[in-house]
């Protein structure tokens, strides 16, 4: 069965500054990875997803993720952090378009 | 596109009452998804369906939880007896045929007194 862990529960940064939220996922065989945002009161909104092909993935508003099969890893990151990007991350996998399953999520707190 | 549509956002039962949580896929999409999320156990699969056909119900409880999809533009998830422990958001997501990313509505908060 497949598993995501995501071992940052809290991270905080400056805006302005740059991000990276960890995944690391267990799953025997090719995965289809997804970050999803969730902002307070609100449903999952899709960031970005791996299909497999290039390991570099571009997701909305200066998002983007690199797969790493060695380090069975799908890391997101971001240039440079708006307050606007204050919310929960949840890296996902999905083997075959069925069900998600979710990592615990890391709460991004983003300081003026 | 109105995105996926749940409805009620808030439902608030007593112990032992039913609940009936409703969900609207994005038009033409093939597949509906039904997930629980709470603070304790983050977010759950429950069960989902393709072409109205249920495919995977392995997170469902045994009892009490049941999930339908009578038509392409509606699923329910139907709650009977509920209990305390039943308090959560319950999400709906949908996707396309082919495609693996789901689309989520806002959720069912469902408090049990």
Known sequence: ?112 | NAGVIQTPRHKVTGKGQEATLWCEPISGHSAVFWYRQTIVQGLEFLTYFRNQAPIDDSGMPKERFSAQMPNQSHSTLKIQSTQPQDSAVYLCASSDWGEYEQYFGPGTRLTVL
């Open chain 1, 1 to 112: 069965a497949q598993s995501v862990t995501q071992p940052d529960a809290r991270v905080t940064v400056s805006e302005g500054a740059s991000l990276q939220l960890r995944c690391k996922y267990s799953y025997f065989g090719t995965p289809y990875l997804f970050w999803y945002v969730q902002y307070p009161r609100q449903g999952l909104q899709l960031l970005l997803k791996y299909y497999p092909g290039d390991p570099v993935v571009q997701g909305v508003n200066g998002f983007e993720a690199e797969f790493s099969k060695s380090n069975s890893s799908f890391h997101l990151r971001k240039a440079s952090v708006h307050w606007s990007d204050w919310a929960v991350y949840f890296c996902a996998v999905s083997p075959d378009g069925g069900k998600l399953t979710f990592g615990d999520g890391t709460v991004l707190t983003v300081k003026p």
